[in-house]
T-cell receptor, first 116, second 110 residues
């Protein structure tokens, strides 16, 4: 079984530029998450999708961040415009189903974003 | 954001010793608890999960859960250099969302 795929792996942009990240979850996984992990901290949930619907985006800075999962499979996360404090690793994770065991999430390799 | 506390600083243990990691959480309604291992520059990898009070053993790893005290721990027996990593405690809340602690770094000294 293929794991969670993410691209690009690394991205360097200047502040005020825009950037987009892509995620393809494990096949058949209905639930998809985007996390932000700043160096030295644990991952922080940005948004949770169940199929193509948003379950929780309470911690997504909606003035600059957006995310979509139009066909209930892969997803994109966009930042526009980027700020210096957005420098972090953006992790995508997936789970088979939000409400059914097993509850564990599986993470992709992440995209390391550096904003200069 | 629910609170998950991992307050210990970096933990150095000699090879073959037991490493003990602790985690407390704020949401009394949390039902599922996880330990993830994260090597430097890599993504988190699930190593243990526990849903019920008590101990759960898997190989050299033992997770302990005490819901009354809102406390979960991880023991790593016979620590190996390959166990050197950051260990993240994660707790579910709400719609099975995960809240993570900031992690504890473990260094196993050969």
């Amino acid at each position: 079984e293929a794991g969670v795929a993410q691209s690009p792996r690394y991205k360097i942009i200047e502040k005020r530029q825009s950037v987009a990240f892509w995620c393809n979850p494990i096949s058949g996984h209905a639930t998809l998450y985007w996390y932000q992990q700043i160096l030295g901290q644990g991952p922080k949930l940005l948004i949770q999708f169940q199929n193509n619907g948003v379950v929780d985006d309470s911690q997504l800075p909606k003035d600059r961040f957006s995310a979509e999962r139009l066909k209930g499979v892969d997803s994109t996360l966009k930042i526009q415009p980027a700020k210096l404090e957005d420098s972090a690793v953006y992790l995508c994770a997936s789970r088979r189903d939000r409400d059914l065991s097993p509850y564990e999430q599986y993470f992709g390799p992440g995209t390391r974003l550096t904003v200069t | 954001q629910k609170e998950v506390e991992q307050n210990s600083g970096p933990l150095s243990v000699p090879e073959g010793a037991i490493a003990s990691l602790n985690c407390t959480y704020s949401d009394r309604g949390s039902q599922s608890f996880f330990w993830y291992r994260q090597y430097s520059g890599k993504s988190p990898e699930l190593i243990m999960f526990i849903y019920s009070n008590g101990d759960k053993e898997d190989g050299r790893f033992t997770a302990q859960l005490n819901k009354a005290s809102q406390y979960v721990s991880l023991l790593i027996r016979d620590s190996q250099p390959s166990d050197s990593a950051t260990y993240l405690c994660a707790v579910t809340y709400g719609n099975n969302r995960l809240a993570f602690g900031k992690g504890n770094q473990v260094v196993v000294i050969p």
